[in-house]
């Protein structure tokens, strides 16, 4: 299930979150004016690579290694990927932006991100291979989402080739379906690496829902086809 849009709108401007869709599609058409090779290099030198930050071993001498956990969430492998991450970041960051604030979204964002680094190097932490891509942050944002608004509507695209057909589904049960499947995989993938980082996954999702029991969240009512009742949270 792919989703598409989501029932449920926002009441202020999302600035933090068109700012990150900006900045990632802008650092992809830097990096990838060199093709694929030179894609690849940069990849290696700012990407995450565990052995490297755990050892201090990788096949490509990194620049500032410590710096890569934040430098290698604007990082992307391929169109395919970029577009992925950034639509789920727009589905899902808006409305979990309208309600933390901005500053503290973009401190939640990076924080999560961190945090599916974090994951991914205590399950990898001999790996040479890079880890890119901002789907650790997002995973955060859908934990929070999972949270504060369970009850909203999610639009999907169901595909069952050669048939596509749209799906209406409450958020809470797409966004647990979604996260049964980075637990399966990274249980499949137990012991070896796979393409994706499902661990990291887990790990931005879970600190996303654990995050907001600590932040300052007001109880709401959103108004719409289906009015949504968002909890809210007492912390700073």
């Known amino acids: 299930m792919i989703?598409?849009?989501?029932?449920?709108?926002?009441?202020?401007?999302?600035?933090?979150?068109?700012?990150?869709?900006?900045?990632?599609?802008?650092?992809?058409?830097?990096?990838?004016?060199?093709?694929?090779?030179?894609?690849?290099?940069?990849?290696?030198?700012?990407?995450?690579?565990?052995?490297?930050?755990?050892?201090?071993?990788?096949?490509?001498?990194?620049?500032?290694?410590?710096?890569?956990?934040?430098?290698?969430?604007?990082?992307?492998?391929?169109?395919?990927?970029?577009?992925?991450?950034?639509?789920?970041?727009?589905?899902?960051?808006?409305?979990?932006?309208?309600?933390?604030?901005?500053?503290?979204?973009?401190?939640?964002?990076?924080?999560?991100?961190?945090?599916?680094?974090?994951?991914?190097?205590?399950?990898?932490?001999?790996?040479?291979?890079p880890a890119i891509g901002a789907s650790g942050a997002i995973a955060g944002v859908m934990g929070a989402y999972l949270v504060l608004f369970p009850g909203a509507k999610v639009r999907a695209l169901l595909l069952l080739f050669p048939f596509i057909r749209t799906v209406r589904l409450p958020a809470f049960f797409y966004l647990i379906v979604w996260f049964a499947l980075q637990i399966l995989s990274q249980v499949y993938h137990w012991g070896m690496e796979a393409g994706v980082a499902f661990g990291a996954h887990i790990g931005g999702f879970v600190l996303g829902m654990l995050l907001l029991s600590l932040l300052k969240v007001d109880d709401k009512i959103i108004n719409g086809p289906d009015p949504i009742r968002a909890p809210g949270h007492w912390g700073w």
């Open 3 to 129: 989703p598409y849009k989501d029932e449920n709108p926002s009441i202020s401007f999302p600035v933090v979150t068109v700012l990150l869709i900006v900045l990632n599609v802008v650092i992809f058409l830097i990096t990838g004016l060199g093709g694929t090779e030179r894609l690849g290099m940069i990849a290696h030198e700012w990407g995450v690579v565990p052995s490297s930050l755990v050892h201090g071993k990788a096949e490509v001498v990194q620049p500032v290694p410590w710096l890569t956990p934040l430098t290698g969430m604007f990082l992307h492998g391929g169109l395919l990927h970029l577009v992925a991450n950034l639509l789920f970041l727009w589905i899902f960051g808006d409305n979990v932006e309208d309600r933390l604030g901005s500053l503290r979204f973009l401190l939640f964002y990076f924080l999560c991100g961190l945090c599916a680094d974090f994951t991914h190097i205590v399950l990898f932490p001999n790996s040479s291979v």
